[in-house]
Every structure is written in C-alpha cells, then in structure tokens.
C-alpha cells in the first residue's frame, strides 16, 4: 500500500536526492553521514521543525498495542495506552515504537502520522528479532556452535523477511557483546567467548537483516549492542560494573562491533553497564570519540531500555534532567523508554545546555536512518497483512529452522559409539524437557511461541520405526522435584534398552537478568540423572542449556553427552535427526565448559602466568584451582562427529617474510564409516612479545564434508598482519619473533603442532 501524497511529498523535498541516498551503499552512509552528502530534504525537514518535534524524533517508546511476551521481556512501567501513544505521533512526540503487534497495528500508527501530523514524517517501528520471528531459529549461542555464519547470514534474512512482513523496520539485534563468565545470562544472545568467531558472526548477521538493500521491503536495520563491554560485568552479574583496560577493549571487546559497522549496521545500542567508573550510556569517550570520530561512524545511538534514566542509580546523574543532557551530549541520539529526551531536551537547549547543533546533528542522523530504510518514499513499505500471514512459519522457512537446529548441536562425547541410536530400539526418554511444548524456543524470543513448536517426544516418535518403543517420563520439574517422578522414571529406564535423559536449563534460566552463581544442572535433575544412572542402562545425556554448564556426577558420566541449547522451532525433528543418525553432528562448542563452576570465567586464550603447571600431574605453587587443573574439560572448539577423523602431515614453511604469506596445510582423513563433517581449526602463540600474548588464539578455521574414508588436504595461509595485536601505546602492532601454531579439532588439543619465525625481511 502506498500512499500518493507521501510520495508527493518526498518529491517535493527531493525525490532525487531520496533516490540516490537509498541506493548508496551502507559504507558510503556510516563515513558521511554528518556530511553535506545528507540529502537535501533531511536539512530542509529540520528547519521546519520545533525543538518540541525534534525531540520527538529522538522518542522511542514501547508499543503500547504489544503481547504478553514483548511485556514480560521488560521491567513493568506505566506506559501510554494506544490511543494516548496515536496522540503522540499526531502531535509529532514520537518517532517510532518497539515491541508491537505487527502489521494491523504498524498500518494504524503509521497512517496517523502520515495523514495527522504536522510534518508527516514517517515512523519507525522497532522489535527484538535476535533469533527469529515467528519462526524459531537456534539461540544465537547455539547457532554459533554450527561455526558457520554463513548460516547465521540465512537465518537472519528469514527473520527479516517475517518481521518486515510484519511492519517491523528495525532489530534490535545482532549481540555481539564477547562472553567469558558463563554466569552472565545474556551470553545466550551472542556468539560466545572468542573474537575471530565473534568477528564473523556479526558480520554474517548484519548482512542477512539488512539483505542486499535496505530499502527492499524484506530487509530490517540491524543494530549492534551491547557498546560496549557488557559482556565483562563483574562476577558476571547482569548490568555490573566494568573495570578493564583500553587495551581489553581494543582486542577483545571492539572487534566484533567494528565488523559489525563494516558489514554495514547503522545503529547501535549504548550497553547498561559503567566502564572505568562512566556508565556507558554517558561515555563521551566511547560515544563520541571513538565510535563516531576515530571509527567515522555516521549512524545512530539509541540507549538501552531506560538506560539514560538509569544514570540516576548509577550515581553519574542527580536526576532525569541532568541525566538526559549527560547521555545526549556524550553521544546518544535516541533515548528508549525513558521519555526523558521528550521531556528535557527543548528546555536544556532553550537554557543552553545543550547545543542546537547537537540537537540538530542526532535528528539528522536519525531522518538519514528513516531515510536509507526507504520510509520517507514509502511509509508502508514493510506493512503487509497478507505477506504477514502467508511467509510465516512457511514449510521454506520451518525447513531452514531444522537444519540450524541440527546443525548447531554439539556430540561432547560418545563413549562405545552409543549414538547414534537405532530406530528400532526401545528408548526411555526421561526428563522435564522429554516432552511438552515448553521451554522449546528459548530466551528473547518476542514473537515465537512454544505451541508452535516441535517437542522433542514428537521428533523422536515420528523418526523411530514404531512411537511405542518410546516411554516418556518426566522424573522431575527444572528446578523442583516431582511427586513419584524419580520412581516412575527408574521404572522406564528399567523397561528400556537406552535412556535418553533430556535436562538442563529452563527457558526463564538465561538471558537478560538472570545471572547465576552455580553454573549447574538444578539439584532435582541431578538427583534424577543419580537415580536413572543406578540402572546401569546406558544414558544419553541431552543438555538444554543457553550457557556453558559444569558437568559432575551422573551427567559428566554418562556415555553419550549432547549440547542442544535452545533450537527452537523444529526442536523434536533436528534432535530426533542427530539422536538416530540422519545427520551427524557437526557443531563445535563457541564457548569453554570448565571443569568445575568455581573455575568461571574460564576462556581458552587466557594468558599463561609466570607459573603455568607443566603437562601432567599437578604441582605446588603453579597455576591451577586446588585439584583441578588449570583446564577445560571440553574446550571451546569441541565436538565430536559420528565419523573417525585422524590429523596428520603438517607442512609450512619455517619462516613468515614481512610482506609475505606462510602457507599452512595438512591432511584430514574420516577413518570411520560414516560421513561427517569436521571444523580445522588454526591457532597460533606469540611465544615472546612486549605485551604478553594468550597461551592460544584462533585465527581461521574451515569446515569440511568427509565421506567414509575421505581424505582432504586443508590449506591455510597466515600474513603478519594475521599476528597483530595492541602494544603499549594501545595502538595496534606487529612483532617479529617465533610462533607456535597448531592445526587442531579444539583449542586444548594437541593436534598437529608446529613452529614458525616472522621475520622483518
């Protein structure tokens, strides 16, 4: 649907500089858009405005028209109601809402602000699209343990093209927050603990939400969030306080929010957190100086969820007032929630307090935003009831949802080759996520639903040869016992030839606000797994998790140990096609399982201490917990296939010329006699340097297909600027020296090892 006299409109304020800003690249936007190359109508629009309309540009509020799910995603608040929030938009108080109930509502808001308001300018309407719509995808960490953006770029096309049927413009996504404490609950919305694999994904996420163009009608805006260094939090408690250096950031913590912009995103998210004692939201140093002068971002900033209010508690601010000129000035554009911008901006300018410029500059970056979305074209773009019924949770898009599901689950071990199971084999399936359309999409899911959703009972039902070799037990509630739930379960595990035990994390156990001090299965699962174990009937352990969990007792025994995560829609299919072979797994673990809780945050790359303990037994006064070595017990990069694949023939030359390149290979076989598909992996140690370097660091990897009895010759190639890291001054340099580098199928594992010398010739 297109309205005529908007575009009327748009060719009166410049029909041809509308069209040339639309189809310039994303790049060409993010360098200039604080430049004369702003289209011309942009300006001419700002100076018909009031201070009162400018601030309103610079409102985003909660759709007051939501579901039940987008309000218990957030703190409860007294908001507008519809009818108050279509006041607003007349009256020019709001640029968009988020969170909303799709089409019919999309069309009722945008129509008032074309047809009623002063100025016509078109709405943005935003949503948390982090892993899908309507149709689930696997949880961004669980989608990263497939190590294939290249999925990640799919996923997140179809989640665009179901949320912009839907009338939705903006994501809130993708996180690209580095993880390493896995009691942080949010680490279930990003790519896990390293930054070459965090690099990809959020470049591969970008790309699929914004699509080729951002002006197609199936493509949405991303933003990057959380900037920056939320993912650190002390004690990895949910929106603590952030203590690390300039060269932490810069190696760890960037990175991924650079790729992010270089893929294209023009928005980002201020993170909650403090850093170095400056809450985020009000970091000029971040805001400003980096993000858009060193980086010449020319995008948008918009605060998290109350984030500028939140400056109060924070302690950085003595009230709304003061809070709303401290974040504006340091760099956020667009305040969330709050209405603090509404509220304070057009006295703090009338006083001079704020900067007219300033004001002008977050509208204009917010009009070109609105802008290279297409909506001052057409404001109805991506409003389509029809559309909105007809592609979601389509048979295209529910089959893409299998295969990430499938693909993002990790074999941790298989002792005896106990998977894959046979169809005709009489299985107990036993555990509080056995069966039900519960707990199935997983955390940060605002539009999917659980009843839509393939239980795991049903996948397993439908694929084995008759539904009634499989017994269902519960055995206990997630995080309580269950009357006579233990009893009935060691009776079905008795009365079977193979237990599949089906526990771990509640959807309500991860995600936004609910850090953990025990990084564990709940004590009533584990009593269950103790009990089923007594059997002596071989157990697969099925783990639902949206964190890395320490394994003990009976789970950490057991033969057979699956991560399944969250895989959300065609949960039951994609793990009824790994439980009976249909497909060998293929992920790899994106984050480090410790061996015990007490050793988080425990991430690969760590640094080595003066006192590293050497291999083998454990020694006084070196690094490592008492009793426990300084170790994961399954590393990131883990995971197991069906197939038998060996390492062998390391060849590369012995020196890295300055300006040249170190061809790495060797030679991959599949021994066994199912097809599989591994991850080589590539690390290299910097063994001396001026800045110590970590113990590993990953820096490229391939994914290969190996039919029974395969071979493959895996290539690589390093440069020097491959071994860049920050210096002392926290610039980035390179060093010559000797480097260890292995080609291994984790980043624990031997595999083949090798050396090599970076000379300045």
Not at 268 to 286: C, I, Q, R
Not at 340 to 368: F, I, N, S, T
Request: hydrophobic content about 45%; aromatic content about 8%.
């Amino acid at each position: 649907m297109v309205d005529a006299r908007i575009s009327r409109r748009a060719a009166l304020l410049g029909a041809g500089a509308v069209a040339a800003w639309a189809a310039s690249p994303a790049r060409a936007l993010i360098q200039a858009a604080d430049t004369q190359r702003i289209p011309a109508f942009v300006d001419a629009l700002i100076a018909r405005m009031t201070v009162e309309e400018k601030a309103g540009q610079l409102t985003l509020n909660a759709a007051a028209w939501a579901g039940s799910a987008a309000t218990a995603l957030n703190p409860p608040s007294a908001g507008a109601s519809f009818e108050e929030q279509l006041q607003q938009v007349r009256a020019g108080q709001l640029t968009g809402v988020f969170n909303g109930n799709g089409a019919e509502m999309s069309r009722r808001m945008q129509k008032v602000a074309m047809e009623e308001s002063r100025l016509k300018v078109p709405l943005i309407f935003a949503a948390d699209i982090i892993h899908g719509h309507r149709t689930v995808f696997p949880v961004p960490l669980g989608e990263a343990a497939s190590w294939e953006p290249e999925l990640a770029e799919r996923t997140a096309h179809i989640a665009a093209v179901e949320a912009a049927a839907a009338g939705i413009d903006w994501t809130f996504a993708p996180m690209v927050d580095i993880a390493r404490d896995a009691r942080w609950g949010r680490g279930v919305e990003g790519a896990g603990e390293d930054v070459h694999l965090g690099n990809l994904f959020a470049a591969a996420r970008v790309r699929g939400f914004q699509g080729k163009r951002l002006t197609d009608r199936d493509a949405v805006l991303a933003c990057a969030k959380h900037f920056v260094a939320y993912g650190a939090a002390e004690a990895g408690l949910d929106y603590n306080s952030v203590d690390i250096s300039e060269r932490t950031l810069r190696e760890v913590y960037f990175p991924p929010f650079r790729a992010a912009f270089g893929a294209g995103a023009l928005s980002a998210m201020a993170s909650f957190n403090e850093l170095s004692g400056v809450p985020a939201t009000a970091n000029k140093w971040l805001l400003d100086d980096i993000l858009h002068g060193e980086w010449e971002f020319g995008g948008l900033v918009v605060s998290d969820y109350t984030g500028d209010e939140e400056l109060i508690a924070h302690g950085y601010a003595k009230d709304g007032r003061d809070a709303a000129r401290l974040a504006f000035l340091a760099g956020v554009d667009m305040c969330m929630q709050s209405g603090l911008y509404m509220k304070h901006l057009p006295a703090l300018v009338q006083a001079g307090e704020v900067p007219l410029a300033r004001l002008d500059q977050a509208v204009r970056r917010v009009l070109a935003v609105k802008a290279q979305l297409g909506l001052f074209d057409d404001p109805f773009r991506r409003i389509d009831p029809r559309r909105e019924k007809t592609l979601v949770l389509s048979k295209p898009h529910r089959a893409l949802a299998r295969e990430a599901a499938r693909r993002s689950v990790v074999l941790l071990k298989n002792d005896g080759n106990l998977l894959p199971l046979r169809k005709n084999q009489k299985i107990a399936l036993i555990g509080p996520f056995a069966a039900g359309q519960h707990d199935l999409v997983g955390p940060w899911c605002v539009y999917g639903d659980d009843k839509q959703a393939v239980d795991l009972a049903t996948g397993m039902r439908a694929a084995a040869t008759d539904p009634a070799l499989i017994t269902i037990a519960a055995g206990s509630g997630v995080e309580e016992p269950l009357a006579g739930g233990i009893d009935a379960a060691v009776a079905a595990a008795r009365a079977a030839d193979v237990v599949v035990l089906a526990i771990g994390e509640g959807t309500r156990m991860s995600g936004e606000a609910q850090s953990v001090t025990d990084i564990v299965v709940p004590a009533p699962q584990m009593a269950l797994a103790e009990a089923v174990a007594a059997t002596g009937k071989p157990i697969v352990v099925l783990l639902k998790n949206g964190r890395a969990l320490a394994l003990e007792g009976a789970v950490a025994a057991a033969p057979a140990i699956l991560v399944s995560w969250f895989l959300g829609t065609e949960t039951g299919p994609a793990l009824a096609d790994v439980l009976y072979g249909a497909y060998s797994p293929s992920g790899r673990l994106p984050v480090s399982f410790p061996r015990a809780a007490g050793q988080v945050p425990y991430y690969y790359n760590h640094k080595s201490t003066g006192r590293p303990n050497p291999e083998g037994a454990l020694q006084e006064y070196k690094t490592h917990y008492r009793g426990v070595p300084n170790s994961a017990l399954y590393p990131f990069g883990h995971g197991l296939t069906y197939g038998q694949v060996d390492y062998a023939d390391l060849r590369h030359d012995p020196v890295l010329g300055w300006n040249g390149a170190l061809n790495v290979r060797a030679t991959v076989r599949n021994t066994g006699s199912r097809a599989c598909e591994e991850v080589v992996q590539l690390y290299v140690r910097d063994r001396t340097a001026s800045i110590t370097r970590p113990v590993r660091e990953l820096k490229a990897f391939q994914k290969i297909a190996l039919k029974p009895g395969e071979t493959r010759q895996v290539d690589f190639t390093i440069r020097a600027s491959d071994l860049r890291f920050v210096g002392q001054d926290n610039r980035w340099t390179t060093e010559p020296g000797t480097f260890d580098l292995w080609i291994a199928p984790s980043a624990e594992a031997e595999g083949l090892a090798g050396r090599f010398e970076l000379t300045r010739t």
